[in-house]
Nanobody, 124 residues
Framework: QVQLVESGGGLVQAGGSLRLSCAAS????????MGWFRQAPGKEREFVAA????????YYAGSVKGRFTISRDNAKNTVYLQMNSLKPEDTAVYYC?????????????????WGQGTQVTVSS
């Protein structure tokens, strides 16, 4: 199993940048694919980005492609989400998640472990 803790959220102006981190603890962190999801008030949780176990393969939701970058450092047991050109519609609680599945899963039900989330607010 693995425990996940997100950090780096905050309040930023539209057009700004923010970097989220997800610290993981577990014996086999490097064997997990990792993902980022977000949930805005009154909306369902949605997929943002995923990265495979080695970091070679990534996959993004169309709404963030070109603006967000997911990466991982297995030596540090950490996954990152670099967010640039932020928009008010990016405002949400962001969650990191881990799965034993291979590839870059994008479905909520495909993930086994979840962090507590970190708030990202983008002002107009």
């Amino acid at each position: 199993q693995v425990q996940l803790v997100e950090s780096g959220g905050g309040l930023v102006q539209a057009g700004g940048s923010l970097r989220l981190s997800c610290a993981a603890s577990g014996r086999t962190f490097s064997s997990y694919a990792m993902g980022w999801f977000r949930q805005a008030p009154g909306k369902e949780r949605e997929f943002v980005a995923a990265i495979n176990w080695s970091g070679v393969i990534t996959y993004y939701a169309g709404s963030v492609k070109g603006r967000f970058t997911i990466s991982r450092d297995n030596a540090k047991n950490t996954v990152y989400l670099q967010m640039n050109s932020l928009k008010p519609e990016d405002t949400a609680v962001y969650y990191c998640a881990a799965t034993r599945l291979g590839g870059t899963p994008s479905g909520i039900s495909q993930y086994d472990y979840w962090g507590q989330g970190t708030q990202v607010t983008v002002s107009s």
